[in-house]
């Protein structure tokens, strides 16, 4: 069973930074491809970034692009989220998760891990 343990959230002023990581317990073919979503209160999941752990294919959403970089550390089963120039509106509970294919990973279901969240909150 995959586990997927995210930390790294946090308050932050507007115009600020924050740093999410995910540990992941097995970094396989289960697991090539690992993404970010986010959730506001009474809104869907949305996605926000995806890697591989080859690093050969990353995404972002239009709206986090130019702010937000997606990276990993092999070594130590982790991928990062660094959130830039933060916005109120990128307030959520932002999620990890992981899949095998590099196809629809901007599609929640197609995930087939996910970590517990880590509540980001921008402050205006």
């Known amino acids: 069973q995959v586990q997927l343990v995210e930390s790294g959230g946090g308050l932050v002023q507007a115009g600020g930074s924050l740093r999410l990581s995910c540990a992941a317990s097995?970094?396989?073919?289960?697991?090539?491809?690992m993404a970010w979503f986010r959730q506001a209160p009474g809104k869907e999941r949305e996605f926000v970034a995806a890697?591989?752990?080859?690093?050969?294919?990353?995404e972002f959403a239009d709206s986090v692009k130019g702010r937000f970089t997606i990276s990993r550390d092999n070594a130590k089963k982790t991928v990062y989220l660094q959130m830039d120039s933060l916005k109120p509106e990128d307030t959520a509970v932002y999620f990890c998760a992981a899949k095998t294919y590099w196809s629809l990973i901007t599609a929640v279901r197609q995930y087939n891990y996910w970590g517990q969240g880590t509540q980001v909150t921008v402050s205006s």
């Open positions: 097995t970094r396989t073919f289960s697991t090539a491809t």
């Open positions: 890697t591989t752990w080859s690093g050969g294919n990353t």
